[in-house]
C-alpha cells in the first residue's frame, strides 16, 4: 500500500516532461497466441465460467462463496477484535516454489475486501481505507499448494499467519492520550510485504512485513489515521513440519526490505522502510524522512544477524531490485518502488546509481547509470529485473565473468516520476575482469508491445523470459481507476558470437483469463510451465473496495482480491522434450545425466526454486552447464567451481535440446528444455549437485487431494478442449498432511539519450550526495 495519506492530498498525474509518443510505446503487435493457457482454478473448487470470466458454485467455511470467493458470514477462525478477518480466500501474492513440488504462498492487504461500501463500523459509520485500514486490516493468511498442474489440493501452515508479532512501540509519535496510537494484536506482524529466500535445505525464510495500527486515533471512535510500520519480526517456515517458527529479528525494522543468498549461505537484507506514512522516528530521530540505510547478514547457522557498518550503509528504493553477481557482490540494478507522485525519500536522486556491495570489505561501489546510451537511462520503478541465464565464457569451461539482466516496463526515474509507464526495455550487464573490477554496460532491445507498469517476469529454461499481468498506469497513485493488462508477452534475447546478449525482441502469447494487477505473482512450475496468481489491491481511491469505472477504450479495473490461480504452458510443450531419466552425483565439478536424447543435448540449466513477491526474487538465477563429454545414454557437464555462481540450496534441472535437435545450435528462444528435476546444490568450497532423491530424508512424497471436482481444460487460440475430470482437494489441517518433503542435515529502440539528460542525472546525483555529507558533518 502507498503512502495514503499523501495520495489522497496529492493525486497529481505527472508525466515528467513526457508526452504520450515519448514514453516508448511499442506497436501493439497482432502475433499467433504462442504457449497454452490452462482454465483457472481456486481453492473452493468454484468453476470457471470462460464466457463470463467468473467463479462460480465454491464453499469455504461451510458456506457458500462469492465471485471473489468470499463468504457472507464471518468466520469463526477470525481472531479476537476483527470478526470479519478471514471470510475470503487469500491471493497468492507471495509464491515461493518448495522443493517437494508444493506451493507455499500468502496474502497481502487481508481484511481490506472488508472495505465494502455497505461496511459500517461499531458506530454505524462508513468504513474507508485511510480512517479504517489499521484497525480492519489482520495478519495475511498462508496456504500449500500441492499437484497445481494435475490435481491441486491445499491445506494450511501452522499457525496460518506466520505466528509473528510485533509489540514494540518505540516508533509511536509523542501524542496526547487521546490522540496516541492505538495497536491491534491480530494484525501486528502480517507477512505482507516481508521479503523470503529459500535456505540450503529448502526451508523458507521472510523478514520484515507490516504492523498495522492507527496513529493518531480519534477520540470516542474506532477509527483513526493508518499507519504501517515495518518490522523486526523474522519466520522460517519449516518444510517437513509444514510450521513456521521463529528466527531472531533483524536489528531494524523493514517494510519492503530486499534479501539475497551470498555465496557462504548467510542472507544479505537491504533497505525498507520502518514507517511508511509517518517516517518520524522517536528512538532514531537521524534516520527520519528516508528508507533504512543499514544492511545487515543473517547467520543461518547460528541464528544471528549482524549489522555490516557505516561501509555498507546505501540509500535504496524499497524492494531494490537485487542479485548476486558470479564474483560473489550484491549487485543493485538502479530499479525499485517509488511512491509517486509525493516520493518516499529525500536522497532519492541517487537511486540512478547502480551499485555493487562486496561481502569481503562490507562496501559498495558506484558502477554507473543503467541505460546511459538509451532513450530513458537511470531508475525505473515498479518494474522487474529479470537474471537471464549465466552463460559460460566458452563451450566447455565454468568460468562466468559477465552477468545480465532485465527490465522493462515501469515508471522513470524518482520523485516525482512518471504516471505512465514505458514500453522500453534494456538489458545491464555487469563484466568482471580477471583483476576483479567491474564494469557496467548497457543495450537497448525491442519494445514491449504495450506500456507496462508492475509485470512479473519468470525466466524460463529455454533462455526466454515470460512477462504477466500489470496496468496501463501506477495504479498506486490512483487505484481503481488503471485499466488491468490480460495481454502477456516473451522476450527472446539475441546472442553475439561471444555469448553476449546483444538485444532481444518481444512476442505477444495471448491474454490469461482474469485481470491481475497490484500484487500479481507468477512462478516455473518443475514442468517448465508458469503458475500466474496474485492480485490484492488497494481500495478504490484509498477508500473502499469498489471497481472503477470503463472508460472508452479502457476497461476499468478489477478492484477485488483474486484468490484464483492458472497456468500458462510455453511453446515448448509443444515440442518433443528431451526425457532425464535419471541424475547421478559425480566427483566434484562434473554431474551425469542419464538420457536417451544424449546426441541432441546441447547442454542442462539449473534454475534456482522461485521465491518471489511484489516482482522481487533476489536469488532468482539460472546457471548453464556445459558439456564436457556424452555416450549413447549419458551426458556429463561441468558444474561451477564456485558458490558465487550457484549458492546453496534447491534447483529445478532442465537438460537442454539444441534447436532442431542440434546440440551446436544454443539458441534462446529456439531449444528444448525436458522435464525439471529437483536437485540441491551443496558443498561449502566447491559445490556439487545432488539428485533430490540423495538429499535429506530422500522423500518426495506430494499430499494426496480428498475430493475429486473437474480438472482444468486448455484453452488455446479461444477454443476450449475438456480433459478427463482429475481429483482436486479441499481445505484441510495441517495436521492431516502426508508430505514428507525434502531436508537437508547441512547446515528496444537504440536512439541515444541527449548528453542533457545523463547530465542531469549526474548532476542531481551529485547535488544529493554532497548535502548527504554535509549533513553527516553537522
Known amino acids: 500500500m502507498g503512502r495514503t495519506a499523501r495520495s489522497m492530498v496529492v493525486v497529481a498525474i505527472v508525466g515528467a516532461g513526457l508526452g504520450a509518443g515519448g514514453i516508448g510505446a511499442g506497436a501493439v503487435r497482432a502475433d499467433v497466441p504462442i504457449g497454452t493457457y490452462l482454465t483457472p482454478f481456486r481453492e473452493d473448487g468454484a468453476t470457471f465460467d470462460p464466457s463470463t470470466g467468473a467463479f462460480a458454485g465454491g464453499h469455504y467455511l461451510g458456506q457458500s462463496t462469492d465471485a471473489n470467493g468470499c463468504v457472507s458470514d464471518g468466520s469463526s477462525i477470525s481472531p479476537a477484535g476483527n470478526p470479519d478477518a478471514y471470510r475470503c480466500l487469500p491471493a497468492g501474492a507471495t509464491m515461493v516454489q518448495l522443493a517437494d513440488g508444493r506451493v ?19 458506530d454505524g459509520l462508513p468504513v474507508s481505507a485511510v480512517p479504517d485500514g489499521g484497525r480492519i486490516t489482520v495478519n495475511d493468511e498462508s496456504r500449500l499448494l500441492s499437484d497445481p498442474t494435475v490435481a491441486p489440493a491445499w491445506s494450511v501452515p501452522t499457525p496460518r499467519d506466520g505466528g509473528a508479532h510485533h509489540t514494540s512501540t518505540d516508533e509511536d ?22 521479503d523470503q529466500v529459500l535456505l540450503a535445505n529448502g526451508d523458507v525464510l521472510t523478514s520484515g512485513g507490516t504492523d498495522y495500527y492507527s496513529e493518531p486515533s480519534f477520540p470516542g471512535t474506532d477509527k483513526g489515521f493508518i499507519e504501517l510500520e515495518g518490522i523486526r519480526e523474522v519466520r522460517i517456515f519449516d518444510v517437513a513440519k509444514n510450521a513456521w517458527v521463529q528466527a531472531k529479528p533483524m536489528n531494524h525494522g523493514r517494510w519492503y526490505p530486499s534479501l539475497v543468498t551470498l555465496p557462504d549461505g548467510r542472507i544479505f537484507v537491504a533497505s525498507g522502510v520502518t514507517k511508511l506514512i509517518k517516517p518520524m522516528y522517536p528512538s532514531h530521530v537521524a534516520d527520519s524522512g528516508t528508507n533504512v540505510r543499514q544492511t545487515e547478514v543473517y547467520d543461518p547457522g547460528d541464528n544471528t544477524w549482524t549489522d555490516t557498518g557505516t561501509a555498507g550503509e546505501r540509500s535504496l528504493p524499497l524492494f531494490p531490485r537485487l542479485h548476486l553477481l558470479p564474483d560473489g557482490h550484491v ?3 538502479a530499479a525499485g518502488q517509488d511512491y509517486n507522485p509525493q516520493g518516499q525519500a529525500y536522497d532519492e536522486a541517487t537511486w540512478n546509481v547502480a551499485g555493487s556491495w562486496d561481502p569481503s570489505t ?29 552463460r559460460p565464457a566458452t563451450a566447455t569451461v565454468t568460468t562466468y565473468p559477465a552477468a545480465s539482466f532485465l527490465t522493462a516496463g515501469g515508471v522513470l526515474l524518482p520523485t516525482p516520476g512518471s504516471y505512465v509507464p514505458v514500453a522500453d526495455s534494456r538489458i545491464s550487464t555487469v563484466t568482471t575482469d580477471d583483476k576483479g573490477a567491474e564494469t557496467l554496460s548497457t543495450v537497448g532491445t525491442g519494445d514491449l508491445a504495450r506500456r507496462r507498469w508492475y509485470s512479473t517476469a519468470v525466466p524460463l529454461p529455454d533462455g ?58 507468477a512462478v516455473l512450475l518443475p514442468d517448465g510451465s508458469v503458475l500466474i496468481g496474485g492480485h490484492a489491491p488497494i481500495p478504490s481511491g484509498y477508500h473502499q473496495t469498489q471497481d472503477g469505472p470503463d472508460l472508452p477504450g479502457r476497461p476499468g479495473t478489477n478492484n477485488h482480491h483474486d484468490p484464483s490461480f492458472q497456468i500458462w504452458r510455453p511453446p515448448y510443450f509443444d515440442a518433443a522434450r528431451p526425457v532425464v531419466q535419471g541424475v547421478s552425483s559425480a566427483p566434484a565439478g562434473r554431474l551425469v545425466i542419464q538420457t536417451p536424447d544424449a546426441a541432441h543435448i546441447t547442454g542442462v540449466v539449473l534454475v534456482r526454486n522461485t521465491a518471489q513477491t511484489h516482482l522481487v526474487d533476489g536469488d532468482n538465477r539460472t546457471v548453464k552447464l556445459p558439456v564436457l563429454a556424452r555416450s549413447s545414454g549419458t551426458v556429463t557437464v561441468a558444474v561451477p567451481t564456485s558458490t558465487n ?18 546440440p551446436a545450435r544454443d539458441i534462446p528462444g529456439q531449444v528444448v528444455p525436458s522435464i525439471g528435476r529437483q536437485v540441491f546444490v551443496e558443498g ?56 514428507e518433503p525434502v531436508r537437508s542435515s547441512r547446515r528496444v529502440p537504440t536512439t541515444p539519450v541527449s548528453a542533457g539528460v545523463a547530465a542531469v542525472l549526474l548532476l542531481a546525483v551529485t547535488a544529493t550526495r554532497r548535502e548527504l555529507l554535509a549533513r553527516r558533518r553537522r
Open 362 to 390: 562490507r562496501a559498495w561501489t558506484d558502477l554507473g547509470i543503467p541505460g546511459v546510451g538509451t532513450p530513458f537511462p537511470g531508475f525505473r520503478g515498479s518494474t522487474f529485473s529479470a537474471a537471464l541465464e549465466l
Open 684 to 739: 561449502t568450497d566447491v559445490p556439487h549437485v545432488i539428485p533430490a532423491s540423495s538429499h535429506g530424508n530422500q522423500t518426495l512424497a506430494a499430499v494426496a487431494p480428498t475430493r475429486a471436482v473437474a480438472g482444468p481444460e486448455r484453452t488455446r487460440g479461444g477454443r476450449e478442449a475438456p480433459v478427463a475430470a482429475t481429483p482436486a482437494a479441499a481445505t484441510i489441517p495441517a495436521t492431516e498432511l502426508r508430505a
Open 645 to 662: 555462481v550457484v549458492p546453496n540450496g534447491p534447483y529445478l534441472l532442465f537438460a537442454i535440446g539444441g534447436a532442431g535437435g542440434d
Open 331 to 333: 549487485y543493485y540494478d
Open 464 to 521: 526466454t523470459v515470460f512477462a504477466v499481468s500489470g496496468a496501463d498506469v501506477d495504479e498506486v497513485v490512483t487505484p481503481g481507476y488503471e485499466s488491468p493488462i490480460r495481454a502477456d508477452e516473451l522476450f527472446v534475447p539475441s546472442v553475439d558470437s561471444q555469448g553476449r546478449y546483444s538485444g532481444g525482441t518481444w512476442r505477444d502469447v495471448g491474454e490469461q483469463a482474469r485481470s491481475r494487477t497490484y500484487h500479481n505473482n
Open 173 to 194: 509519535l509523542p501524542l496526547p492520550a487521546p490522540l496516541a496510537a492505538t495497536h491491534y494484536a491480530y494484525n501486528n506482524g502480517s507477512l505482507f510485504c516481508a
Open 104 to 122: 507455499l504462498y500468502w496474502n497481502a492487504l487481508e481484511g481490506t475486501e472488508n472495505l465494502s461500501a455497505d461496511a459500517r463500523d461499531k
